[in-house]
Structure formats: structure tokens, C-alpha cells
């Protein structure tokens, strides 16, 4: 049976990612996240996408993503995969011995608003969170090193929510229980993440109602 087409909408924040096929370490070294991140500046000049976070770890990667139009992220997200899994083979003497990724990539639509900024402090968090740096800007192979000025081969989108003065330090602080298994959620099953009302009106949009359910009741997240 044929995969169902995904609805995606220009102008809706998403949250996208990918991990590799059996978790195979796939960024081992400097040049491995180098060729990923000049991949994603040719595919921003293809096509135009908007990248207002991302982080780069050694088997997965996040990305936050601000499409323009409709036909935006599908092209992009299709390039930057196909792209990236036929040059890492080339690279690694691998060609036609498996495959890169696991499946096709991931995605939920986020709120512009304070759930826009907790999903990306997730995203900046994550090498915190994997026990591989004490502050999120010690990890040069994510959109913080945007932030600290250092060079990158593609620019960072501002994104549609403005980030407090002090992003840095709150990206280094927990993320809450609640907020962190909310997300955890909305990757595994991609249903919206945002106030309840803008949820279910964007379910509907993007027919994601399936997205919602449990067992005798609807998926609430606030």
C-alpha cells in the first residue's frame, strides 16, 4: 500500500527530523556535519526554505522549519535526504549497501508563539540532554553557533517569534517534564503542538485528526 501523502501548508512552522537506519552513527566526524550543513545552504538556495533552528547530532538531526509555500518542505526535505544519503555513501566507499536513514523524515506543525520557542530550546538542548556537552554552546553543529557568531554556509532565519535576551541561558536550563513528554509525543505520533483550540483547528487543515486520538479520548495539549 502506497504511503499517504503529507499536507503541508507555507507558512506553518515545523518541527522535522530524521534519525539514521539502526542508529547507525552517520556524523562521526568534523567533515560529516560540514557536508550535512552545505547540503542544507545548497537546498535553502533551491528552493527557498526558511531554517530558524536545527541541531546536527551524531545518528539524528531537528530542524525547525518555516516553509513559504506549500510545495516548500516536501521539495526541500526531499533533496536535502536523497542528497545527503548519495553523497555520504560516496564518501564512505558505501554505495548500494543500505540505507542511510531509517524512513522518511518526521514532522509536526508548531504554534508561533511560546510553544514555537519550546520546541526550539528542545531542538538547541539536545546535546545537553544526550550527556555530550554541559551548555547547549559548547555544540558547534547546531543553530546556536549562529548565535554566537561563528561562520556557517547559510544564514539562520529570525524565525516568527522574537527569542528573549537571555536564549542562551534558557536553552541550558531544563525543559519542563510536561513540555518535554508533550513533544516527545507530537515526534512520535506528529500531531500539532500548541494551544488546544489552534490544534485542532490545524489537524483539520492538515488532516491530522487521526494524530489526536486515544483510546476514548482526544489528545488535549495546552
Known amino acids: 500500500m502506497p504511503r499517504k501523502k503529507r499536507i503541508t501548508k507555507g507558512g506553518i512552522?515545523?518541527?522535522?527530523?530524521?534519525?539514521?537506519?539502526?542508529?547507525?552513527?552517520?556524523?562521526?566526524?568534523?567533515?560529516d556535519f560540514i557536508a550535512f550543513e552545505n547540503i542544507l545552504a545548497e537546498g535553502i538556495d533551491r528552493y527557498g526554505m526558511r531554517i530558524c533552528g536545527y541541531c546536527i547530532m551524531s545518528n539524528h538531526w531537528h530542524m525547525l522549519l518555516w516553509p513559504s509555500?506549500?510545495?516548500?518542505?516536501?521539495?526541500?526535505?526531499?533533496?536535502?535526504?536523497?542528497t545527503h544519503t548519495r553523497r555520504?555513501?560516496?564518501?564512505?566507499?558505501?554505495?548500494?549497501?543500505g540505507h542511510v536513514y531509517q524512513g522518511r523524515y518526521k514532522s509536526f506543525p508548531v504554534q508561533k508563539n511560546r510553544h514555537y520557542l519550546k520546541t526550539l530550546r528542545y531542538i538547541e538542548a539536545n546535546p545537553i540532554n544526550a550527556s555530550m556537552?554541559?551548555?547547549a554552546a559548547e555544540w558547534p553543529?547546531?543553530?546556536?553557533?549562529?548565535?554566537k557568531g561563528i561562520e556557517k554556509p547559510f544564514e539562520l532565519d529570525p524565525g516568527p517569534v522574537q527569542l528573549p535576551e537571555n536564549w542562551l541561558e534558557i536553552v541550558d536550563k531544563p525543559l519542563k517534564d510536561q513540555d518535554n513528554a508533550q513533544l516527545k509525543t507530537c515526534i512520535k505520533k506528529g500531531c500539532p503542538?500548541?494551544?488546544?483550540?489552534?490544534?485542532?483547528?490545524t489537524a483539520q487543515e492538515l488532516h491530522l485528526q487521526s494524530t489526536l486520538r486515544k483510546p476514548g479520548r482526544p489528545v488535549i495539549l495546552k
Open 88 to 97: 555520504w555513501h560516496t564518501a564512505h566507499g558505501t554505495t548500494g549497501i
Open 69 to 82: 509555500t506549500d510545495d516548500t518542505m516536501p521539495n526541500f526535505m526531499h533533496w536535502v535526504t536523497v
Open 133 to 135: 556537552v554541559e551548555s
Open 193 to 201: 503542538f500548541g494551544q488546544n483550540d489552534w490544534v485542532i483547528t
Open 141 to 147: 553543529w547546531s543553530s546556536i553557533a549562529h548565535r
Open 13 to 31: 512552522v515545523y518541527h522535522v527530523m530524521n534519525r539514521a537506519n539502526g542508529r547507525l552513527g552517520i556524523f562521526k566526524k568534523d567533515l
